[in-house]
């Protein structure tokens, strides 16, 4: 075991060199080692820079993605408050603002339960895996041209593959609580998480289909020769009907109303995590957050042109886009480009998650499950057979003719599901004032 061990530590910065990003090496080479005074400059390995610069990337990230739920969580309070013609928190900070720190500091002081029965070591575990795990995928996301935690050339396929663990930890709360409340919940969890990925996998291939790769970056640049035009979700019409799949397939995923039956107070009291209180409690509520920002940021990425603006390439430089101040940031917001382009995107997803949540009512199980199996899954079958065709067909046909044709027959498909939905409400008007 131990000439591994040995073995292992001697190759540790050769192997973090094959795996490190270019955009590390570049910063170590062009910026940290000619800052170095020269004695040390000489002498100081790339391996090791690499290592600092990764360590503080991470250091940055663990402080600050946490803060995103706390801010989601504000956001929702203040959505919800909106629609339902309330002011929301109002007390705490200027307007409420401070609202979630405060929650954050009684959890911290609220007793931390463990079911005398129950398994004392999964049960302490399982927050800290979907907490983990929720956060993971945010390194697979590129939130800008160099602004990534890891540019894998499998980056969707890690990306599937890290949110997938999660259910794990689900079951796991749901089991170690020794309650028949919870184990039932954390089932029905693990049972909508498992199928819903079904159709989230196979929208996401819809895209690899398109682009001919799983790099996210790739799949970012494939996005950004017309602008707005080329955002996959209007590339062909197959993954415009894709886009909507997707998103609702996520929005169960993350068990969001009107697919939060795990959680369904009025039937299995709070679902998987009945028995958890204080700051284990708080890891899954921060997590489903996480989630919610996370899948919001990969349909933005995959469909919306990720950190790719609304202008064309060719039209870019002749705003100059200065690499900082206030005037940058100001075109990048009405652009929708860049980072701050990316979170504008992801952040509207996600009112839009809201939106739904306090808008529509809960679906029942039956309905849940055959929304689907019986439409859902078919559908994204179908999109894979005609993203297939449409590949086919205008793979040797200029780019800008194929989306040209593609946005036509969005257009003429929108228009035609406008026409039978008009006339469908005015021959039954007993239905539309009934619902009224």
Not at 62 to 74: D, G, K
Request: charged share 10%; proline share 6%.
């Amino acid at each position: 075991m131990l000439p591994v061990l040995q073995e292992f530590v001697e190759n540790f910065p050769k192997f973090l060199t094959q795996v490190s990003n270019n955009w590390a090496e570049r910063f170590v080479k062009d910026n940290l080692i000619p800052r170095l005074p020269e004695g040390i400059a000489e002498h100081f390995p790339t391996s090791l820079g690499i290592v600092l610069v990764m360590l503080a990337c991470c250091g940055i990230f663990i402080a600050i993605f946490p803060l995103i739920p706390l801010i989601l969580v504000l956001a929702e309070r203040k959505v919800s408050a909106h629609i339902q013609h309330r002011t929301g928190p109002m007390r705490v900070g200027p307007w409420g603002t401070l609202q979630t720190l405060a929650d954050g500091v009684k959890l911290l002081f609220k007793e931390d339960f463990i079911p005398p029965y129950g398994d004392k070591v999964l049960f302490i575990l399982a927050p800290y895996l979907i907490f983990a795990f929720s956060f993971a995928v945010f390194a697979g996301i590129p939130f800008g041209e160099n602004l990534l935690v890891s540019n894998l050339n499998i980056g969707i396929f890690y990306i599937i593959a890290i949110s997938s663990v999660v259910v794990m930890g689900v079951i796991m709360a749901g089991w170690a609580s020794n309650n028949k409340w919870s184990l039932l919940g954390s089932l029905r969890s693990a049972a909508q998480m498992v199928s819903y990925e079904i159709p989230v996998g196979l929208s996401i291939l819809a895209v690899v289909m398109l682009v001919q790769s799983l790099e996210m970056q790739k799949i970012v640049g494939e996005q950004a020769k017309y602008g707005i035009a080329s955002w996959l979700i209007f590339r062909s019409p197959f993954t415009f009907i894709t886009f909507f799949i997707f998103f609702i397939s996520v929005i169960a995923e993350v068990n969001r109303t009107p697919f939060d039956l795990p959680e369904a107070e009025s039937e299995i009291v709070a679902g998987f995590h009945t028995e958890y209180s204080g700051m284990r409690f708080a890891f899954f509520y921060i997590a489903e957050y996480a989630n919610m920002f996370a899948v919001s940021a990969i349909a933005s990425t995959l469909f919306l042109g990720g950190w790719i603006g609304i202008l064309p390439e060719s039209i870019l430089p002749q705003f100059g886009f200065p690499g900082g101040g206030i005037l940058s940031f100001i075109i990048k917001v009405f652009t929708l480009s860049g980072t701050v382009g990316l979170i504008i995107k992801t952040f509207f997803l996600v009112f839009v998650m809201m939106w739904i949540r306090w808008t529509l009512p809960r679906l029942r199980v039956d309905q849940l499950m055959n929304l689907c199996w019986k439409y859902f899954i078919p559908i994204s079958f179908f999109n894979i057979l005609g993203t297939g065709i449409w590949v086919l067909i205008f793979d040797n046909i200029p780019a800008d003719i194929g989306i040209v044709v593609s946005i036509a027959l969005i257009a003429l498909g929108l228009i035609t599901v406008y026409i039978l939905v008009g006339k469908g409400m005015s021959e039954n008007p007993q239905s539309q004032a009934s619902s009224a």
